[in-house]
């Protein structure tokens, strides 16, 4: 289990860039990535790692489905 936004960020980066390399050249695959990340995406301007984990996933061309907390619960559905 992972503890910790930047450990998270970390293994998400290595998942998202050494799958879906060929040549040296990233290949666009359409993925789903989903889960209970609790990452609070409200904190983005103040918190170091989550400005890190949203550019991540926006530099690898997801966009979030959900776009509001459901109950206390951030959930993430991304899409690319």
Known sequence: MIS???EFTTEL???LTSQYTENHRKILIPC???G???VDLSKIDINFETANYADLVLMNNFTQTILMPTLIN???IYTN
């Open 36 to 38: 209970d990340v609790n």
């Open 13 to 15: 980066d290595h998942v």
């Open 74 to 76: 951030f959930q993430n």
């Open 4 to 6: 910790n936004v930047k």
């Open 32 to 34: 789903v990535v989903a």
